[in-house]
């Protein structure tokens, strides 16, 4: 579960990282009472579960006198189709230099993996593909309870030492937490200190009874679909859908997709066994995504089978382009019928993913 960004600056308060003032406002508050205790110049953030939400309108700047002009044109309007219930309204500070750091599973390892670079405030997807060597990357042994000084220097590699406690806060954070990403993006040096700007923390929904989290959210009608069909699905904001069967896979195809230079829309997980029915869901409901322009099917089959996949492809006529890659139980069958309906069928994942970014 994604936690929003109240919640998640909340955690990093009480860690002991820095974070800039700021009030939670409600249908009904007085925000302008609330950035009275704040200052006169202070940013109004919507607080939902979508990417991009700069972008599309739901971050705002505004003034003591239009503070709440602003957050009730938020509040109550719809960002990428999830309703605006609450808006964060912090004070806005002076940044003097944007840094990105965040805590993640290394999935080779099986190890937490730190990534910092000089280069925050963007996405770390865009400087992995821009400028790669600018990433420190460091694997931390699961039994450390610290991150190792020598490791810290590192990772700084010349940025400000009084970034050094924030690693160590974050590492503690996403240990304590059972967190499957802790990001703070942009981590910024200003004139009075080091602040988490925003903050990104995802917790293992099978941790979210011991950590006392409610599964109860806001959820977009498509979040809602997947819910009902049973299936693992988090919208990302790429242009490439992404169908998997097994976490494992789905989520090799999102990261292949982001090695090659594109950017997936979403992680699709149809589960085991997946027939006709779910497969033609789950392709609609990608197909039903602003900005989607490729689809990638990639399963493998066991217990699923690739003709019961075929005919649920066939099944969603999407208007979407329909990658596929299908190996296993009844795959000549499969590959006969998409043939027969002029699905483009590729041998693997790799010849798949290329394909994709490619139409993309």
Known sequence: MKLLEYEAKEILKDAGVPVPKGILIRAGDDAGAGAAQIGELVVVKAQIDVGGRGKAGGILMA???????????LLGSRIKDVPVHAVLVEERISIEHEYYLSISIDRSSGSPLILFTSSGGVEIEEVA????????RAVIHPLLTDVPGYTIR???????????PVIN??????????????EINPLVTTPSGVYAADGKIIIDDNALARQGIS???DLTDRERKAEEFGFSFVELDGSIGVIGNGAGLTMATVDLITVLGGKPANFLDVGGGADRVRVAHAVQLLGSMPG???IIV??????????????????????????????????EQGREMLNKHGYRMLDTMEEAVSAAVEVA
């Not at 003034?63 to 044109?73: K, L």
């Open 63 to 73: 003034d003591s006198a239009t503070v709440q002009e602003v957050a009730d044109r």
């Open 129 to 136: 593909r821009t400028n790669p060597d600018a990433i420190r």
């Open 154 to 164: 590192y990772l700084l590699d010349g940025a400000p030492r009084e970034l050094g």
């Open 169 to 182: 806060k974050l590492y503690h954070v996403f240990r304590s937490r059972d967190a499957l990403l802790a």
């Open 215 to 217: 599964e109860n959210r």
């Open 292 to 294: 989607v322009s490729v």
């Open 298 to 331: 990639n399963l493998l089959g066991g217990i699923t089978r690739c003709d019961e996949v075929a005919a649920g492809i066939i099944d969603a006529g999407v208007s979407q382009q329909v990658i596929v890659r299908l190996a296993g139980t009844n795959e």
